[in-house]
């Protein structure tokens, strides 16, 4: 994934910049920078934030940069923002998104005349890099961000740094959010609404699906409308949004002790366990919503233990994130011994982690450990957006398990298996019950999450479970 944020200031603007791209760590750990414009020139600083916080690499540029209009971004993909001249004049741009169809775009900016595409380390083209060159095939910014809207396969939603002020385009699909905070002489532009707020912003405006904005330090003026469609990213929600945000006016937590509640009333009112936990971070207000429908104590029979390694998935190989993340958890001996737990997830991706902590649960003592992930079971690997590391729908455990009991896997067979009223669903999740050595194991069903959300569900994308475009 990967959060960008922007600020139009009639006065300096990088201290929201540097603090309003800070706010958005929670979405990558590979990449930050930051574009600034100011008396008359252009200033750009991208670092690799793999082993250090965005503000450690950054606090030399926070007093060396100057100017009133800037954008930043944290990703876990490719370096940006990236700094543009082209015949539409000199800006930067960055991006969050996935581009399904990026051979086929490269081939179409050749055909409409771009010469060459810069190759990154790995030999790829940087696709924010190719997003620019899409834009330039117009004859004006807003024309050729709506080309981009049009000829991208998967998501795109971005900030244009010009001289005079900043664009954002929110995705036409809307999967992921963009929206605009407003204070006296400036507004912002961000991923995440809650990441302008200790910054004196108050909200503004939130972008509708595909709709592009013009912002500057006096006015936000829509110069593209949004479209009627929306299928907004679900998993915002359920994982990977920030517990202080809000998107299309639902709180993140708000909507996670409301699917923890669900769950604990499909369960009857709750399992017959001693302590209901949560993986933390994300599974935590689950279980909060659990636990307080079921009247079972909550408790945290583990803390992990962050101030060295924030985040389980920093590290390259995967083989060192399971290390790591099972380091991270400090076990609190009186609350697992000969105790009956039942944990909560956010999602059950691999499933390496969650049976490496159950052991770890079960080696400290406890008696049962009763699973109870937060969403249903992940069926298709995303088309839209890069919120796990997953490179093949092989990586799902749920894959693994179809694809060893099918002669052949067809749309059918996956929809069976999506089913949670189906013979093959209920054998799946005993197979994966088997497998990672849980007591229990009880998904979330998909209408009892959505439910949780309290949206339109059509507005929802569900592919990742369904397969529902």
Not at 117 to 146: C, H, W, Y
Not at 148 to 157: K, L, P, W
């Amino acid at each position: 994934m990967g959060g960008i944020f922007g600020v139009a200031a009639k006065d300096e603007c990088v201290f929201d910049l540097y603090f309003g791209t800070d706010y958005h760590s929670h979405l990558g750990t590979k990449r930050g920078g930051m574009a600034v414009y100011g008396s008359g020139h252009f200033d750009l600083a991208i670092h690799n934030i793999e082993n250090s916080p965005f503000r450690t690499k950054f606090e030399e540029h926070f007093n060396e940069m100057h100017g009133n209009l800037g954008i930043g971004c944290i990703s876990d993909a490719e370096p940006q923002p990236l700094m543009v001249r082209s015949h539409l004049g000199q800006f930067s741009i960055t991006t969050v998104g996935k581009i399904n169809n990026l051979d086929e775009l490269v081939q179409l900016t050749y055909k409409n005349g771009n010469s060459h595409f810069l190759e990154t380390s790995s030999g790829d083209i940087n696709p924010t890099e190719l997003v620019a060159a899409i834009i330039n095939q117009k004859d004006s910014l807003v024309e050729g961000m709506r080309y981009a809207q049009e000829v991208i396969d998967g998501s795109m939603t971005l900030i244009l740094l010009t001289k005079d002020g900043l664009y954002g385009m929110r995705d036409k699909m809307g999967r992921t959010p963009l929206v605009v905070g407003k204070k006296r002489g400036a507004y912002c532009i961000s991923f995440e609404s809650f990441a302008y707020l200790n910054l004196g912003y108050k909200n503004y405006k939130e972008l509708g699906p595909g709709e592009i904005v013009l912002v500057t330090p006096e006015s936000c003026e829509t110069v593209s409308p949004a479209r009627d469609e929306m299928k907004i990213c679900t998993f915002l929600w359920v994982y990977y949004g920030y517990p202080t945000s809000s998107y299309e006016g639902v709180g993140v937590e708000e909507m996670r002790y409301n699917c923890g509640r669900l769950m604990a009333e499909r369960d009857g009112g709750g399992a017959d366990v001693d302590i209901i936990a949560g993986v933390p971070d994300s599974g935590t207000p689950h279980a909060i919503g659990y636990a307080n429908k079921s009247g079972v104590p909550f408790a945290r029979p583990f803390i992990k233990y962050t101030p060295t390694w924030p985040r389980s998935f920093m590290p390259t190989k995967q083989s060192q994130r399971n290390l790591i993340a099972k380091m991270k958890l400090i076990p609190v001996d009186s609350l697992i011994k000969n105790k009956r737990l039942l944990l909560i997830d956010d999602s059950i991706v691999r499933g390496t982690q969650l049976r490496e902590t159950t052991e770890f649960l079960y080696s400290s003592g406890a008696k049962e450990v009763h699973i109870r992930p937060a969403c249903p079971p992940l069926v298709h690997a995303c088309k839209y957006l890069n919120f796990s590391r997953t490179n093949s729908e092989m990586d799902l455990i749920t894959r693994r398990i179809i694809e060893k009991r099918e002669k052949e896997v067809t749309p059918e067979i996956l929809d069976e298996y999506a089913d949670p009223e189906s013979k093959r669903y209920k054998e799946m999740v005993e197979e994966i019950r088997k497998e990672l050595n849980f007591t229990s194991l009880q998904f979330n069903r998909l209408d009892d999450m959505l439910k949780a959300v309290g949206i339109s569900p059509c507005k929802l994308c569900t592919y990742c479970w369904n397969g529902k475009e």
